[in-house]
């Protein structure tokens, strides 16, 4: 199966700051990979989907990028409800398999 | 708007059973496919696999063939996920999640808690 990595594992970053996550696939993906943010007892939401394009009602703070093996989650000026787990999925080939996530704290 | 809502919490005994429910609403039930995502306390998801909402055929992730069952009961537009033989290590939280169409999960459930003790 393919392996996603991402990292870091936790960030802690001030409001208005721009926060940048990774996620790499163990093998090439093309550009079949989805971004989800999970906030505590919160169902996961789906952010990005085909590695770059914003699901409905996400807001442009919010942007993905990559293909291949290597993909980023930019959040271009955090907002303090942002605090949440992100978790990238790679949607190439079953199973489809997600990151271990990256804990995204509020300083 | 689209909803899926998932049957409440189950407390469950080692060797037992669960059927866990997803019912949507506000679309057309056999137009998406339907994914189910494991999240054990305190850790990540895990995709569990899929079901065909047309033809009812399900696919499995490894680790999750024989004693977990995917299916569908047209007649109410519900999906349900099934666990023979439960063990503790089977306590989870379960979701739903509609596929968009090439696997990402864009509506899900509110998830339901399965927890195996004795």
């Known amino acids: 199966e393919i392996v996603m990595t991402q990292s870091p594992g936790t960030l802690s970053v001030s409001p208005g700051e721009r926060v940048t996550l990774s996620c790499r696939a163990s093998?090439?993906?093309?550009?079949?990979l989805a971004w989800y943010q999970q906030k505590p007892g919160q169902a996961p939401r789906l952010l990005i989907h085909g590695a770059s394009t914003r699901a409905t009602g996400i807001p442009a703070r919010f942007s993905g990028s990559g293909y291949g093996t290597e993909f980023t989650l930019t959040i271009s000026s955090l907002q303090s409800e942002d605090c949440a787990v992100y978790y990238c999925?790679?949607?190439?080939?079953?199973?489809?398999?997600f990151g271990q996530g990256s804990r995204l704290e509020i300083k | 708007q689209v909803q899926l809502v998932q049957s409440g919490s189950e407390l469950k005994k080692p060797g037992a059973s669960v059927k866990v429910s997803c019912k949507p609403s506000g679309y057309t039930f056999s137009t998406y496919a339907m994914n189910w995502v494991r999240q054990a306390p305190g850790q990540g998801l895990e995709w569990m696999g899929w079901?065909?909402?047309?033809?009812?055929?399900?696919t499995y992730a490894q680790g999750f063939t024989g004693r977990f069952v995917f299916s569908l009961d047209t007649s109410v537009n519900t999906t349900y996920m099934h666990i023979s033989n439960l063990r503790a290590e089977d306590t989870a939280v379960y979701y739903c999640a509609r596929d968009i169409g090439w696997g990402p999960g864009d509506y899900w459930g509110q998830g339901t808690l399965v927890t195996v003790s004795s």
């Open positions: 079901i065909n909402t047309n033809t009812g055929n399900p």
């Open positions: 999925q790679q949607c190439q080939k079953w199973p489809y398999t």
């Open positions: 093998q090439s993906v093309t550009s079949n």
